[in-house]
């Protein structure tokens, strides 16, 4: 019996040790191929949306994919056999950051134009090219030889190669959170339901990246047996949720171009914070903002949880950058807090009548013309100060009659 217990105790714990060599290999080899194949995917772009974003975030994805292969090649102790393919991965690392912050500045921009300055970002990726190019081709031999360049030439390179990575993904990533931090503000002036374009999906990619370099610096300096086991798979799992969010994005500003113009100029006016040139005359104000009442009022504009700016100018008849000068000028609110004051008012209506009273909250706020109950409570309790459910409470203190609605 002690042998049989010794035989399965070894059989046991060499089945573990093949696990713990093998599973986070085998995790790595899906999440590369899985980004490979998303790289692919997002390229080719089967929705035919956001066309020059998603572009630029497959050549990020396509990057992210070689980062796992070279980390695939040095757990397995396979770079003198894959030496190109390493100075290859070394190279798309340069390209990996870059192209992510150009991926946001168009997700994020109404100009739907490729500018030739941008590839100006792309300048280490071409340096370490140039140095290695003939590398990749030819294994040990360079396209220079490097005992031609001084001493002080070579050493500069040399940190100049090694921070240039670094500096990437800090300076990049800064700015790409900053340039989707401004969109959440930006999409507030052009429509009334910001879920489907807030880029929110974005945002946890910013931090999931953020979170995999962290990571990778706990994992390089400490080589912590844990995180080395199970952040594979966490990388597999961020990499299936990408695939659910690129699959199902919308079109962010999916207008005709004059009202693309009209939208870029209203966002660039309000990111110079510069004073409002005068548009209409105070008769001509007064005018539109009479009609523009008459419109929300009696036409109920509000309760079409799609409204945005352009479908709101074409009833009035006016441009997009008029109607967002007439509302901040006449009413002094940008277009979601506009058209979410009569949402909240028209709540307020069907939570005061008897006839509605079998309605629960989140029947009130689809009735309303919210999109959903998330963005109803939090639109509500800014305006009035209380939660639905509380405002519900009041008035049931107040009357003795209305009952609360969960």
Same mark, same amino acid.
């Given at each position: 019996m002690f042998n049989n217990y010794f035989y399965l105790k070894v059989i046991c714990n060499l089945h573990y040790h093949i696990i713990k060599i093998t599973m986070p290999v085998i995790l790595l080899n899906i999440t590369c191929v899985s980004f490979y194949l998303l790289?692919?995917?997002?390229?080719?772009?089967?929705?035919?949306?956001?066309l020059i974003a998603n572009k630029w975030l497959s050549v990020f994805l396509f990057s992210v994919g070689s980062a796992f292969l070279d980390t695939i090649i040095h757990e397995t102790r396979s770079m003198d056999s894959y030496a190109q393919v390493v100075a290859f991965n070394e190279l798309s690392r340069f390209a990996m950051m870059p192209a992510l912050y150009l991926s946001v500045l168009h997700y994020t921009s109404p100009d739907k134009v490729l500018r030739k300055r941008e590839y100006l970002h792309f300048i280490p990726f071409l340096i370490f090219f140039i140095c290695t190019a003939?590398?990749?081709?030819?294994?040990?031999?360079?396209?220079?030889?490097?005992?031609?360049?001084?001493?002080?030439?070579k050493t500069g390179l040399q940190i100049f190669i090694k921070l240039a990575i670094p500096v990437q993904l800090v300076g990049y990533w800064l700015l790409s959170y900053y340039k989707l931090a401004r969109h959440q503000k930006n999409i507030l002036l052009i429509t009334s339901n910001t879920a489907p374009v807030d880029l929110s999906w974005l945002r946890y990619?910013?931090?999931?990246?953020?979170?995999?370099?962290?990571?990778?610096?706990i994992d390089k300096f400490s080589e912590n047996q844990f995180l080395r086991m199970y952040s594979p798979v966490g990388n597999l799992a961020g990499t299936l949720i990408l695939v659910y969010f690129l699959l199902?994005?919308?079109?962010?500003?999916?207008?005709?171009?004059?009202?693309?113009?009209?939208?870029?100029?209203?966002?660039?006016?309000?990111?110079?914070?510069?004073?409002?040139?005068?548009?209409?005359?105070? !008769?001509?104000?007064?005018?539109?903002? &009479? #009609?523009?009442?008459?419109?929300?009022?009696?036409?109920?504009?509000? /309760?079409? $949880? !799609?409204?945005?700016?352009?479908?709101? &100018? #074409?009833?009035?008849?006016?441009?997009?950058?008029?109607?967002?000068? /007439?509302? $901040? !000028?006449?009413?002094?609110?940008?277009?979601?807090?506009?058209?979410?004051?009569?949402?909240?008012?028209?709540?307020?209506?069907?939570?005061?009548?008897?006839?509605?009273?079998?309605?629960?909250?989140?029947?009130?706020?689809?009735s309303a013309g919210f999109n959903s109950k998330t963005t109803f409570n939090t639109a509500f309790k800014k305006e009035t100060g209380l939660s639905p459910s509380q405002f519900m409470q009041q008035a049931k203190v107040d009357t003795g009659s209305i009952p609360s609605l969960q």
């Open positions: 790289a692919f995917i997002t390229f080719f772009n089967p929705l035919k949306v956001n003939s590398f990749v081709v030819k294994p040990n031999q360079l396209l220079f030889n490097p005992d031609i360049f001084p001493v002080v030439f990619l910013l931090f999931g990246i953020l979170f995999m370099i962290l990571i990778s610096m199902s994005q919308k079109e962010i500003y999916p207008y005709e171009t004059p009202e693309l113009d009209s939208i870029n100029t209203i966002i660039n006016t309000e990111q110079k914070s510069k004073p409002v040139k005068q548009r209409f005359s105070e !008769e001509t104000l007064a005018l539109l903002k &009479s #009609k523009v009442t008459h419109l929300m009022e009696s036409n109920r504009l509000f /309760l079409d $949880n !799609e409204l945005s700016l352009p479908e709101l &100018s #074409k009833e009035l008849n006016v441009s997009p950058h008029d109607l967002s000068y /007439l509302l $901040n !000028e006449g009413f002094g609110l940008n277009f979601f807090q506009f058209v979410n004051s009569y949402r909240i008012s028209e709540a307020k209506r069907l939570m005061l009548s008897d006839k509605y009273r079998h309605l629960n909250i989140l029947g009130i706020a689809y």
